[in-house]
């Protein structure tokens, strides 16, 4: 069948095509064997957390048969298996469980730089020689990923030096230490993978580039993994290490050398993890206020221009079934819908920005929203008016009113905890700030209230990241995106009533 699928693609396209079709000479084998997962529920800790990030602007549909889903991995490889020792008269089973988990860090660096290399010899070099894509558009999207490869060579070099004769190592902690500072460099990779997502989905747009990345994926050497895949394994290694040393450490005798080098190892990982995730959390931030499009002046808000964090973002639709984009920033609620300006997916000013401390939210019961104002709404099916939810504001006599619907039953709780924790956070912070003044001025003792309040304020919003994961896009929950449409923008005065 394989045969007969790589066969297709000739027999079909015709020939303005043929350039590409001559990509089969220009990728050399490959090794067919899928990133190994060291765990199946590893949870995201970056800002741009997504394996399922949503395409910022859809391709057209592609008319070919779509090929399977199901992804191919590797073989696993264990340490016991791939070094013809007889260990288990010489180590304990704890010992044996330690070395697993050291190869399986050094094997990952392989698979990892396999896999870079990999992307720059299958995707981005062919796509420059063919001028499917400019050179300035690959940099782009590619971003600084020729130089993460150097840097993991380099640990993985040093991995196999201290590997003994027979497969065993006995201390990879000061390496760790010495090695992972570098991580930093990542900084500026995860950075970029917003602008280069949304590049890389304008780009399917061109036929060209949907042939040759539809081609790609149907090669063995992708193992169904489409370019995107490939980009975000540099950001989905990085948030691995911790729990990868954590492994290493839990097999790790109390009395072995290593133990206090691998937990300096795992407080330093995560320092980056956390720095890289605040950074890349803000050029996410940047580059949606900077696609903004204001109707008029007065529709800037300073809430907005302050914001550097961007808590979810999504389609929603209104109660007449009209696609809306909504930003939930920490301060504010921005209701946009998407349009085209100068080639390039921005989002145009729907209504006024709603503050976040002034908004009230209502969860609606299903059946409880009217579709109102046409023939379509009065023979709508139920699915229709479920998930829908309130958010309204007041404000002298500018008032707004909006209904909006959710895509199915947990992207509205996602909605709704995000925007609860936003208003609890904001008018927590709010609340400290008046007890500060307050205690300023009378001069009282309140030192230990403010710094507990402080602390539960922590504990909330850790509690909030770990349960609703407001950091992602909450247009795409249910593990598939929803494409965007593209629709013509409008504005309105403000008036107490609901959105049309």
Request: hydrophobic content about 30%; some cysteine; overall charge negative.
């Amino acid at each position: 069948m394989e045969r007969r699928k790589a066969r297709e693609p000739s027999n079909k396209r015709v020939k303005p095509l043929s350039r590409v079709t001559s990509l089969a000479n220009l990728i050399p084998p490959v090794k067919t064997t899928p990133l190994k997962r060291f765990s199946q529920t590893l949870q995201r800790s970056i800002s741009f957390r997504n394996e399922s990030r949503p395409d910022i602007l859809a391709p057209r549909a592609w008319s070919r048969n779509a090929t399977s889903s199901s992804t191919k991995r590797r073989d696993s490889k264990l340490w016991s298996e791939t070094f013809d020792v007889c260990v288990s008269q010489v180590l304990t089973a704890k010992e044996i469980k330690r070395q697993e988990a050291i190869f399986e860090l050094s094997q990952g660096e392989e698979d990892l730089i396999e896999d870079l290399k990999l992307a720059k010899k299958a995707y981005h070099d062919p796509m420059l020689k063919l001028s499917i894509m400019t050179e300035q558009e690959l940099n782009q999207i590619f971003g600084t990923l020729d130089s993460l490869i150097p840097l993991h060579e380099d640990l993985l070099s040093q991995l196999r030096d201290v590997r003994k004769p027979d497969g065993s190592t006995e201390h990879v902690g000061p390496i760790l230490v010495g090695w992972l500072p570098c991580l930093s460099s990542y900084d500026s990779y995860c950075s970029n993978q917003v602008a280069a997502k949304a590049l890389l989905d304008h780009k399917k747009q061109d036929h060209r580039v949907q042939d040759f990345l539809q081609r790609c994926l149907e090669s063995p050497f992708s193992r169904k993994l489409d370019l995107w895949n490939f980009l975000d394994i540099p950001r989905s290694r990085l948030v691995k290490y911790p729990l990868l040393l954590r492994e290493i450490l839990r097999h790790t005798p109390n009395d072995n050398p290593d133990q206090q080098h691998l937990e300096e190892a795992i407080n330093i990982i995560q320092g980056i993890v956390a720095e890289i995730n605040t950074k890349t959390g803000e050029s996410e931030c940047r580059y949606y206020k900077e696609r903004l499009l204001y109707l008029e002046e007065g529709q800037k808000d300073s809430l907005i221009d302050s914001s550097r964090v961007l808590c979810c973002h999504g389609e929603l639709k209104n109660n007449r079934g009209v696609k809306l984009h909504v930003f939930l920033f920490q301060e504010v609620l921005v209701i946009t819908r998407a349009v085209t300006h100068n080639e390039q997916l921005c989002y145009q000013l729907y209504r006024q920005p709603i503050p976040v401390k002034d908004l009230t939210l209502e969860d609606l019961q299903d059946g409880e929203v009217r579709l109102g104002g046409s023939l379509r709404g009065a023979f709508s099916n139920n699915e229709r008016i479920k998930n829908f939810f309130r958010v309204s504001f007041k404000n002298g006599s500018q008032s707004q009113t909006h209904s909006l619907q959710a895509n199915d039953t947990f992207n509205k709780q996602q909605w709704l905890n995000c925007i609860r924790q936003a208003k609890e956070t904001v008018l927590s912070a709010a609340g400290q700030a008046g007890l500060l003044d307050s205690e300023s001025l009378s001069q009282s003792p309140g030192t230990e209230n403010r710094e507990l309040r402080g602390e539960t304020k922590l504990e909330q919003m850790d509690q909030s990241d770990s349960e609703s994961d407001c950091s992602m896009d909450t247009s795409e929950v249910s593990l598939e995106c929803e494409r965007m449409e593209q629709t013509d923008a409008s504005c309105a005065n403000s008036r107490p009533e609901e959105n049309v």
